[in-house]
């Protein structure tokens, strides 16, 4: 795609800048109806030109050349076209640390945070955040609760599964980049490698229902991998999965926590406790939307 006429400064012979670049994306992708047009356009082109905020603010008024001018317009073309700009950019900020992602992996969401919240309140009625725990995360993805959990949690040691070779290869590459050494990975089928006890299991699982697909929005629908999203017919397809084979990885005292759907969950609810768990009440995210999930395994009496 070449550049829209509204990317060039109004006198053809004045340099196109920094400023009027980063101007006539934003405009281009408000036009286009995207969510955040200037968040948008400052973080494509700061990545275009190796540029953070501050300087790209000081650097305004550098006139582009032709190869920087095609950079950019490559990345507004893929914007475009609803490839999110994490996607674009190879990366996204979770819990305050940058994770790489790829094709195989979800982008990292705010509210999915909300998942590592529950996970350490959880974690906290128990006792200190220092003793020693064992972590899993299933369906890890790019890694990002177990990475997140393992930076609060500095003497736990986790492990993530994922049934995708890619997604795993992205996770361990994460947690080399951030010197997480006490994370590992295993590929396989929700926890079917896996050998209990652990203190705190979590997991963000495919819960969108398989005829939702086509209605998600275009950013999710057509970018993020579809095993990654697909719950089966109802979306509860992986919450049975782990209720099923979960509370006997966990330790007494220890706990599940997953991330919900939207409406989902009193039902997950009713799954843990028919599966012996203790269900709290659901944390609601930032949109007050009930996202995470946490069930306790309850202590052995003496």
Known sequence: MAMSPAAAPADAKAPVTVGTMRRALAQMFL????????????????????LDHAALAASAAQPL???QRAAIAAFAQRRLAHEPVARIIGGKEFWSLQLGIDAATLVPRPETETVV???????????????????????????????????????????????????????RSNARRLGLARA????????????????????????????????????????DPRAALDGGADGFDCYRAIAAAVPAL???????????????AEAVAALFATAGLAPAPARADLNAVPRALAAGKPRQRA
């Not at 997953?258 to 409406?263: H, N, Q, S």
């Open 184 to 223: 590992a990975f295993a590929a396989c089928d929700m926890a079917a490698a896996l050998r209990g006890p652990f203190d705190l299991v979590v997991s963000n699982p495919p819960y969108i229902a398989t005829g939702d697909i086509v209605a998600l929005a275009p950013e999710v629908r057509d970018f």
């Open 31 to 50: 036009a286009a109806g995207l969510d955040s047009p200037d968040l948008d356009a400052r973080i494509l082109v700061g990545h275009a030109l190796s």
């Open 250 to 264: 966990i330790a007494p005292g220890g706990a599940l926590v997953v991330e919900l759907g939207a409406g989902q």
């Open 65 to 67: 050349d032709a190869g």
């Open 117 to 171: 919240e529950a996970a350490l309140a959880a974690v906290d009625t128990g006792g200190s955040r220092m003793r020693p725990l064992r972590v899993c995360d299933i369906g890890t993805g790019s890694g990002a609760l177990l990475l997140a959990l393992l930076t609060e949690l500095p003497n736990a040691t986790g492990v993530g599964t994922d049934i995708s070779s890619a997604a795993l290869a992205t996770a």
